[in-house]
């Protein structure tokens, strides 16, 4: 069945469905007036006038219910809820159309009771006996299977309403991924069994379960998680795998496709899931579609996500900046092959060029600026102070400024966790970019200002993701600076998703300026225990095939990060995954005052007076160095 301008096309296998179920109608009633005559019902002479009132009765019900529509391969008891709702009408109509025409002459009242029943055999039992074949029920083997293919001993690990809703939905009875047994993330139901397959024990027991299969002749291959938001203990799962040297799998492929499953390796995006966000996808959609928007460091990590999911919501235009020529090439060529009918532009511009900037944005007139462009590697920006406050303060002024001026109506700027109580450069200029922001919004200028402060994502350029998973590769050692540092994280298209989120409830809410919008990440995840993850995912075991180094924090860290600061006072902000902070602001003289002077320091590269410049312009009691951060060493002027 096809969908042609809003109008049902029918397909031959729909027709022939269909045919298939007006047939099994009449022979229904045949077959129940010969249960009632016999031979004799051959020489009725109104027996054709029955069987074809019948059949006309029969499609159009068919047709006004549905019932050919159905697919036989995933024939379940909603088709088998309908087959006898059909019967049930075409009966119940037949009567009275019958008894309008012949009085009902010499038609027995028994045959439609015996109509009804072999009715709904005859059109049940082939959808379900083609469902059966497609699954392998009837001989244990599909088609394909007739071919030596060979076969995963899997163990699925989950609760058993999982296990039953994946080996179901993906017909794992009768792939060649043979399910051997389920291991439950809680004990007591060992010795039962889900669908004809044992539920072997608990995930604390599967450190002997494994062992005790493989003496009995069985080799376990992998073990498959029922569902991806696991919530079981994620450590001891991934100990006893690396023990057992299993690989820990996941289904990849859809259910309903008809297709045999695929199993892909576990990946640490699955581990950190979380429950899902219920976007205000109206919301956003108004903020976008139709308008012109302007991406700052569209070919980063996480500027190229905000592009694409932009993309999706139809914008009149997308204006691209990047500083990075080929990251800007990347993400305009997948623009290009992915949006073609979206209009868009790639501008290699730097932030810091103030002239560019004003002149781009007066030219191009956006609706909405997306400021993703940063300095962000906390070390590296410990030693070119200079460089970092250029782009990360003066490049969001000259940004603002300009939206300011050209009348933009929202500026969406993207912070960091790392500006809260910071004790590194990249967190003070960062902070310092937050309050200029600030500062213009509550001064009330016709474009809005909209903070948006979130933690670590995983991937990023730059980030201990890709540089665990190289020094993996490489064979160890995995270098952890601390091993008790933690940080949130949170996967590029979640954060993505949630600073259009952020944006668009920031926007709306027109009377609460000059606040900031923090993503809720979630709880702190140990380094160290990112990093033995990761080693396990790889099929290692850490401390023995890859072994752990510890460094010491560098110059700028800290042992955590933090979301608020302890004077903000967080609230709802009255949709999913969004909080709303109320920091301190700066005194708008002061604060133009005092970026005056850290300019004048950033242009004479004096990065002595730059850091001092920076952390003066806080309004927050500095911290003092504690055992929890990194002394920074004093950084001599370098000649111009």
Same mark, same amino acid.
């Given at each position: 069945?096809?969908?042609?301008?809003?109008?049902?096309?029918?397909?031959?296998?729909?027709?022939?469905?269909?045919?298939?179920?007006?047939?099994?109608?009449?022979?229904?009633?045949?077959?129940?007036?010969?249960?009632?005559?016999?031979?004799?019902?051959?020489?009725?002479?109104?027996?054709?006038?029955?069987?074809?009132?019948?059949?006309?009765?029969?499609?159009?019900?068919?047709?006004?219910?549905?019932?050919?529509?159905?697919?036989?391969?995933?024939?379940?008891?909603?088709?088998?809820?309908?087959?006898?709702?059909?019967?049930?009408?075409?009966?119940?109509?037949?009567?009275?159309?019958?008894?309008?025409?012949?009085?009902?002459?010499?038609?027995?009242?028994?045959?439609?009771?015996?109509?009804?029943?072999?009715?709904?055999?005859?059109?049940?039992?082939?959808?379900?006996?083609?469902?059966?074949?497609?699954?392998?029920?009837?001989?244990?083997?599909? =088609?394909? *299977? $007739?071919?030596?293919?060979? &076969?995963?001993?899997?163990?699925?690990?989950? +609760?058993?309403? !999982?296990? @039953?809703?994946?080996?179901?939905?993906?017909?794992?009875?009768?792939?060649?991924?043979?399910?051997?047994?389920?291991?439950?993330?809680?004990?007591?139901?060992?010795?039962?069994?889900?669908?004809?397959?044992?539920?072997?024990?608990?995930?604390?027991?599967?450190?002997?379960?494994?062992?005790?299969?493989?003496?009995?002749?069985?080799?376990?291959?992998?073990?498959?998680?029922?569902?991806?938001?696991?919530?079981?203990?994620?450590?001891?799962?991934?100990?006893? =795998?690396? *023990? $057992?040297?299993?690989?820990? &799998?996941?289904?990849?492929?859809?259910?309903? +496709?008809?297709? !045999?499953? @695929?199993?892909?390796?576990?990946?640490?995006?699955?581990?950190?899931?979380?429950?899902?966000?219920?976007?205000?996808?109206?919301?956003?959609?108004?903020?976008?579609?139709?308008?012109?928007?302007?991406?700052?460091?569209?070919?980063?990590?996480?500027?190229?996500?905000?592009?694409?999911?932009?993309?999706?919501?139809?914008?009149?235009?997308?204006?691209?900046?990047?500083?990075?020529?080929?990251?800007?090439?990347?993400?305009?060529?997948?623009?290009?092959?992915?949006?073609?009918? $979206?209009?868009?532009?790639?501008?290699?511009?730097?932030?810091?060029?103030?002239?560019?900037?004003?002149?781009?944005?007066?030219?191009?007139?956006?609706?909405?600026?997306?400021?993703?462009?940063?300095?962000?590697?906390?070390?590296?920006?410990?030693?070119?102070?200079?460089?970092?406050?250029?782009?990360?303060?003066?490049?969001?002024?000259?940004?603002?400024?300009?939206?300011?001026?050209?009348?933009?109506?929202?500026?969406?700027?993207?912070?960091?966790?790392?500006?809260?109580?910071?004790?590194?450069?990249?967190?003070?200029?960062?902070?310092?970019?937050?309050?200029?922001?600030?500062? $213009?919004?509550?001064?009330?200028?016709?474009?809005?200002?909209?903070?948006?402060?979130?933690?670590?994502?995983?991937?990023?350029?730059?980030?201990?993701?890709?540089?665990?998973?190289?020094?993996?590769?490489?064979?160890?050692?995995?270098?952890?600076?601390?091993?008790?540092?933690?940080?949130?994280?949170?996967?590029?298209?979640?954060?993505?998703?949630?600073?259009?989120?952020?944006?668009?409830?920031?926007?709306?809410?027109?009377?609460?300026?000059?606040?900031?919008?923090?993503?809720?990440?979630?709880?702190?995840?140990?380094?160290?225990?990112?990093?033995?993850?990761?080693?396990?995912?790889?099929?290692?075991?850490?401390?023995?095939?890859?072994?752990?180094?510890?460094?010491?924090?560098?110059?700028?860290?800290?042992?955590?990060?933090?979301?608020?600061?302890?004077?903000?006072?967080?609230?709802?902000?009255?949709?999913?995954?969004?909080?709303?902070?109320?920091?301190?602001?700066?005194?708008?003289?002061?604060?133009?005052?005092?970026?005056?002077?850290?300019?004048?320091?950033?242009?004479?590269?004096?990065?002595?007076?730059?850091?001092?410049?920076?952390?003066?312009?806080?309004?927050?009691?500095?911290?003092?160095?504690?055992?929890?951060?990194?002394?920074?060493?004093?950084?001599?002027?370098?000649?111009?």
């Amino acid at each position: 069945m096809r969908m042609l301008g809003g109008k049902i096309s029918l397909s031959w296998k729909t027709m022939l469905a269909s045919g298939h179920d007006v047939v099994m109608a009449v022979a229904s009633l045949m077959i129940a007036l010969i249960a009632r005559y016999g031979n004799d019902v051959w020489r009725i002479d109104q027996l054709g006038l029955w069987l074809t009132l019948f059949a006309i009765t029969c499609l159009v019900i068919f047709q006004c219910l549905g019932l050919g529509r159905g697919m036989w391969r995933f024939a379940s008891i909603t088709d088998l809820r309908t087959i006898v709702l059909a019967a049930t009408a075409s009966v119940i109509v037949f009567m009275p159309l019958l008894f309008s025409v012949t009085r009902l002459e010499g038609f027995p009242r028994t045959a439609l009771p015996i109509t009804w029943f072999v009715m709904i055999v005859l059109i049940g039992a082939p959808r379900l006996a083609y469902r059966a074949f497609k699954d392998g029920g009837l001989t244990g083997l599909r =088609a394909g *299977d $007739l071919a030596d293919r060979p &076969r995963e001993e899997i163990l699925i690990v989950g +609760t058993v309403s !999982e296990a @039953d809703q994946v080996i179901r939905g993906y017909g794992l009875e009768n792939s060649r991924h043979h399910v051997h047994g389920i291991i439950d993330i809680k004990s007591g139901k060992n010795g039962r069994s889900v669908r004809g397959i044992p539920v072997l024990g608990a995930v604390s027991e599967l450190a002997e379960i494994v062992p005790r299969l493989s003496r009995a002749g069985t080799t376990i291959n992998a073990l498959v998680l029922a569902s991806p938001s696991f919530s079981g203990d994620w450590s001891t799962l991934l100990q006893t =795998a690396t *023990d $057992l040297q299993l690989p820990l &799998r996941r289904v990849a492929s859809k259910p309903l +496709t008809g297709m !045999e499953p @695929d199993l892909a390796e576990l990946t640490l995006e699955d581990l950190l899931r979380r429950p899902s966000i219920n976007l205000e996808m109206d919301n956003i959609a108004a903020l976008i579609r139709d308008r012109v928007i302007l991406i700052t460091g569209a070919g980063g990590s996480i500027g190229s996500e905000i592009v694409r999911q932009v993309a999706r919501y139809g914008p009149r235009q997308l204006i691209l900046v990047d500083l990075s020529e080929y990251a800007l090439y990347e993400i305009n060529h997948e623009i290009s092959r992915d949006f073609p009918e $979206l209009l868009h532009t790639a501008v290699l511009g730097d932030v810091r060029n103030n002239g560019q900037m004003h002149t781009l944005i007066t030219r191009e007139r956006p609706s909405v600026i997306f400021h993703a462009a940063a300095r962000k590697h906390v070390p590296l920006i410990e030693i070119n102070v200079c460089d970092g406050v250029a782009t990360n303060v003066f490049g969001t002024r000259n940004l603002a400024d300009a939206a300011v001026k050209a009348g933009v109506e929202a500026f969406v700027l993207i912070s960091t966790d790392k500006a809260i109580r910071p004790t590194s450069t990249m967190g003070a200029s960062k902070r310092v970019a937050e309050l200029y922001c600030q500062s $213009l919004d509550v001064a009330g200028s016709n474009t809005r200002f909209i903070t948006v402060r979130f933690g670590n994502v995983l991937g990023s350029t730059g980030s201990v993701v890709p540089l665990f998973r190289r020094q993996i590769l490489a064979g160890g050692p995995v270098t952890v600076t601390h091993p008790e540092m933690k940080r949130y994280f949170m996967t590029i298209p979640e954060a993505t998703q949630l600073v259009l989120q952020a944006a668009a409830t920031g926007i709306e809410q027109r009377r609460a300026r000059g606040r900031i919008m923090v993503l809720d990440m979630g709880k702190p995840v140990r380094i160290v225990d990112l990093a033995r993850s990761m080693i396990v995912l790889a099929g290692l075991r850490p401390d023995h095939d890859i072994k752990l180094a510890f460094t010491g924090l560098r110059p700028g860290e800290k042992l955590f990060e933090e979301l608020f600061d302890p004077t903000e006072h967080p609230e709802p902000s009255g949709v999913d995954g969004v909080f709303v902070a109320s920091p301190l602001l700066a005194d708008p003289e002061v604060l133009m005052r005092d970026i005056a002077a850290l300019e004048r320091a950033v242009l004479d590269g004096d990065e002595v007076m730059a850091r001092s410049g920076l952390f003066a312009l806080l309004p927050e009691q500095a911290p003092k160095l504690s055992d929890q951060t990194a002394t920074v060493p004093p950084v001599e002027r370098r000649p111009a």
